[in-house]
């Protein structure tokens, strides 16, 4: 059982007036619940920092979804879900026509051996 002693008198004060009112049983329910939402908002805070990092070109995909405790398909869903495109890192503009031409090309090459199979 987790035991928690309030060193705040003011603290103390605030915890046994929300049990007092009814809100909750005892003051372990209500610590329970503290802490629950601690997680959570910690999770939160820890997820919108990775995604402003991400945005911000600071760290990668792999690494926001490190810092925010998830793995990175989960992370890529939220992503795509708050309507956030994936950073495609290029060297260069160069870097990146030639891989345009490239893939060009291969679609080109492709198209002609279909044709020629029928």
Partial sequence: MLRIEIQSPDLEKEV??????GLYPDSHTLIVDA???LVRNK????LDAAIQLYQAGEVTL?????LAGMHRFEFKSILKARGISKIVEVGS???????????????????KTEDCKL
């Fill in 16 to 21: 046994n007036a929300l049990i007092g009112v």
């Fill in 43 to 46: 999770k939160k805070s820890r």
């Fill in 62 to 66: 792999g690494r926001a979804s490190e």
């Fill in 93 to 111: 503009v160069e870097k990146l026509k030639e891989g345009v031409s490239l893939i060009k090309s291969f679609h080109r090459e492709n198209e």
């Fill in 35 to 37: 802490l629950e939402k």
